[in-house]
């Protein structure tokens, strides 16, 4: 029978080479002779996380902190420490924000020389859109002798960039306005050669009935107007292609404010019925859609289903684009998060910046009758209280 150390060496050696199913085997064996051992719950909710397993990673991360709290010893600090700051970024996983910073302000309070709590709070505040706490956060690094030079510039480099915009009285539309006129111009420019070859751009998907008549296709379970389309396809023999390239940027980087591609953070813009954000990573080809209500219902989802429903096949048939391109690729179903909110993914194609208007002016009677809390376009984090 192997000791509790063998099952250990076991698991760090599993998870070192990417086996993650051996690892949570040997991490649960190890527990299991004893379960008192915060590295070993550390490390089974670490491999929880690998496997995208965020549910079952909490417990075991939760359990953690709490069997660390009583070790005292200067040797334990950087552990404990970075205990709470992996049970903080699961908590932000599972949309659990003000859990996670309950968790982060508890530990810059326990460890108040130590600048990476702050820093993962600051992302929190920048995801979110609470500019003024981030910059704060943020501003406060610049006396710690423990964070590098190097981080010191980043952080004042994001901190610059975030207040230039601010004080440039910008939008935060023109994220957006960005990363939309960048994916055209990379779309034209990919599928100029395929197109003059004979391939079809934003050809429609499909699929055959069983009358055997080419239909739209949907994909099983999706919603009703869902329909797909492809970046390319050979109509002389159905290959379909991609314009996507792991090796081309698909943030944008505005010119003079390029620290803040490097993270996500929501700007405000200002004009609607209901508080509006942009982030400044929102990509055009897989644009997320954040919508919290001020009281989340069925009646509001399905209101708001219908709503975004309705748009997304207006974008399809290429009511945002002209007579070749310019139309919606693809919209993901709606995923309900944290106590009042649903996003959605969706592929804008080619389609213009009148989308968006066009999709904000369809919440705006949405609101009357639904009342939206926000509406965030982009990567950011849902601030939340519990």
Not at 133 to 149: I, K, Q, R, V
Not at 173 to 196: C, M, R, T
């Amino acid at each position: 029978m192997s000791t509790l150390d063998e099952h250990a060496r076991a698991g760090i050696a599993a998870l070192s080479e990417q086996r993650v199913e051996d690892a949570i085997t040997a991490f649960n064996a190890a527990l299991a002779l004893d379960a008192s051992r915060p590295d070993l719950n550390h490390a089974l909710g670490m491999a929880y996380l690998q496997r995208g397993e965020v549910g079952s990673a909490i417990p075991a991360l939760e359990t953690a902190v709490e069997l660390s709290a009583p070790y005292d010893h200067p040797d334990h600090q950087l552990a404990k420490r970075e205990f709470r700051e992996n049970l903080a970024m699961a908590y932000r996983l599972a949309d659990r924000t003000s859990a996670a910073l309950d968790v982060l302000r508890g530990t810059i309070e326990m460890w108040p020389e130590e600048a990476s709590p702050r820093i993962l709070l600051g992302q929190l505040y920048l995801g979110g859109g609470e500019l003024e706490g981030a910059l704060t956060t943020y501003d406060a690094l610049a006396n710690f002798e423990s964070l590098e030079a190097e981080q010191k510039l980043a952080a004042f480099a994001l901190t610059g960039a975030v207040r230039a915009f601010q004080d440039a009285a910008h939008e935060g539309s023109i994220f957006l306005e960005a990363h939309q006129g960048s994916y055209k111009n990379y779309f034209d420019e990919v599928s100029a050669g395929p197109v003059s070859e004979g391939w079809y751009a934003e050809a429609a998907r499909m699929a055959r009935g069983e009358d055997g008549e080419p239909r739209p296709y949907i994909a099983e379970g999706a919603r009703p107007y869902a329909l797909a389309r492809v970046d390319l396809v050979n109509p002389e023999n159905g290959e379909v292609g991609s314009v996507y390239s792991e090796r081309e940027p698909m943030i944008v980087a505005l010119n003079g404010l390029e620290p803040l591609a490097q993270v996500s953070v929501v700007f405000p813009w200002s004009g609607w019925n209901f508080s509006v954000g942009v982030s400044s990573q929102c990509p055009w080809h897989w644009l997320t859609l954040l919508f919290e209500f001020e009281e989340r219902t069925e009646a509001s989802l399905a209101a708001l289903d219908e709503c975004v429903g309705d748009w997304y096949l207006a974008g399809y048939n290429g009511d945002f684009g002209d007579d070749a391109t310019g139309r919606f690729h693809y919209v993901t179903d709606p995923d309900v998060t944290g106590q009042r909110s649903v996003s959605y993914t969706v592929d804008l194609g080619r389609a213009s910046m009148d989308a968006i208007q066009a999709l904000l002016r369809r919440l705006t009677v949405l609101h009357d009758h639904h009342p939206l809390k926000r509406v965030v376009f982009g990567a950011s984090v849902l601030l939340e209280t519990e």
